[in-house]
Each structure stands twice: as C-alpha cells, then as structure tokens.
Nanobody, 123 residues
Framework: VQLQASGGGLVQPGGSLRLSCAAS????????MGWFRQAPGKEREFVAS????????GYAESVKGRFTISRDNAKDIVYLQMNSLSPEDTAVYYC?????????????????WGQGTLVTVSS
C-alpha cells in the first residue's frame, strides 16, 4: 500500500487546512487509518484515527474539537480537516494505515506510513 498525502502548506494562526491521503490499493478499505505528526525535535505523535467504515473516530486531546477525520472508501481517501490552527500545530503530518480494522493511536500498530506533508502555522 502506498499513501500519498497532500494539502499541507503555510497558514496563518486561526486558519484552516484540509489534508488528504490517497491510498494506492483498496486494501486500506478494511483497515483503520489515521494521522500522526512530528514537529522538529519531537517524537511522532498521534493526531486522529478512524475505523475501517468510519464508524469510530479518535483524537488527541490537543486537537479535539478543532480537527475532524473522515474517509471516503469509494475513493480510497482519508481526510483531516484542521480548523483554528495555532503555531503549535506546525509539523509534518503523516497518514497511516492501521494493522487492524479499528483506528489506533499507537505507532507500533501502524502497517503503512505515507510520506508526510508539511503544515506551517505562522503569521
């Protein structure tokens, strides 16, 4: 499975971005998916997850209420809508496929990683 993330860029504080992640194979339809991020000098951290059918989602406390994860299995795409962005959200964002049908917040449960897309929040 290859994952192609897009939608990153430079945005002002308080702004919004929508990230997209396209999977190369339909295998991801049976798996949970998610987004992680890694800021400079920090470890990769969980952002959001979604189960194989979109029925269950999970969020890191730091993004809850601001970010929304969704997926379109017909198109093999997962999205991350990010609102009310702050400089603390600046990071490379990675989409990922879980080893399981449920979403996951644990790096060790990830089967495939995308290449990452940079989000910079700055005035």
């Amino acid at each position: 499975v290859q994952l192609q993330a897009s939608g990153g860029g430079l945005v002002q504080p308080g702004g919004s971005l929508r990230l997209s992640c396209a999977a190369s194979k339909r295998t991801s339809r049976n798996n949970g998916m998610g987004w992680f991020r890694q800021a400079p000098g920090k470890e990769r951290e969980f952002v959001a997850s979604i189960s194989w059918n979109g029925g269950n989602t999970g969020y890191a406390e730091s993004v809850k209420g601001r970010f929304t994860i969704s997926r379109d299995n017909a198109k093999d795409i997962v999205y991350l809508q990010m609102n009310s962005l702050s400089p603390e959200d600046t990071a490379v964002y990675y989409c990922a496929v879980s080893r399981y049908a449920s979403g996951t917040s644990r790096v060790e449960n990830i089967a495939y990683w995308g290449q990452g897309t940079l989000v910079t929040v700055s005035s």
